[in-house]
């Protein structure tokens, strides 16, 4: 008997460090690499702790935290987050382990405590990020400001509505990750979320890394989805000052 439960721990074990394996190949490549062009600005940006910092030209009083969507390089969110920041925000994109803010969705900490000349904080992402930002705020209420999802929403667990942060959501008409669920989640978000709808948008075009598999084709260039996406952004965040 005790032999035999020796043989089992051994193979239970090696299933287990397989399966881990194996599930750190799929990360990889499932991956979606930012385009060259972002990858080389995120260089320039890039902090010692790791994360991407655009900052304003002046000291900022305003800053967003910005969670990564899911297998996706955070670097391709780059573009998007200078936007904020040359509109006077301070935006810091964290990058997650295995590239998924599920395995580490209070990592905001961490950027707050790096800027404490920041008055107002806002948390937000894309897609499976912004739903762990949703996690987040419903466990720290008290935190954070205001709320931005891009392709994003809440779990059907999460109910965000009894907090006052004040949140928008922008998605794009033609996404085809996420569905038609957008109109549907407003319930479990707080009251006078502001829904932008860009006509023509899909879910991948708020980042530079191309198509991501089952997405909607889009009718507006990626610069105008993320022009149209910044200029809504700010409108929240300069509510917060």
Not at 118 to 140: F, K, N, R
């Amino acid at each position: 008997m005790r032999r035999f439960l020796e043989v089992f721990a051994i193979a239970l074990g090696s299933a287990v460090v397989l399966a881990m394996l194996g599930f750190y190949g799929w990360t990889r490549v499932s991956r979606y690499p930012a385009f060259d062009a972002a990858a080389l600005l995120a260089g320039e940006t890039r902090t010692a702790e790791g994360w991407y910092a655009l900052e304003p030209e002046d000291e900022p009083t305003v800053g967003l935290v910005f969670y990564p969507g899911g297998l996706v390089d955070p670097a391709a969110y780059v573009p998007l987050m200078q936007r904020l920041g040359d509109g006077g925000v301070l935006a810091v994109i964290v990058p997650m382990p295995l590239d998924l803010a599920v395995f580490d969705i209070k990592r905001a900490d961490e950027v707050i405590a790096a800027y404490p000349n920041v008055e107002h904080w806002a948390i937000g992402g894309h897609s499976l990020g912004g739903a762990m930002a949703c996690e987040y705020v419903a466990d720290h209420p008290d935190v954070f400001d205001g709320l931005v999802l891009l392709a994003s929403y809440p779990a059907e667990s999460t109910d965000l509505s009894v907090t006052d942060v004040q949140t928008v959501l922008i998605y794009g008409t033609e996404d085809g990750v996420s569905g038609d669920v957008f109109e549907a989640s407003l319930v479990r978000l707080p009251a006078g979320t502001v829904l932008v709808e860009i006509a023509g948008g899909n879910h991948a075009q708020f980042g530079d890394y191309g198509p991501q598999k089952g997405d909607g084709m889009a009718s507006v260039s990626g610069e105008q989805q993320q022009r149209l996406t910044a200029e809504a952004i700010l409108v929240l965040l300069e509510r917060l000052e």
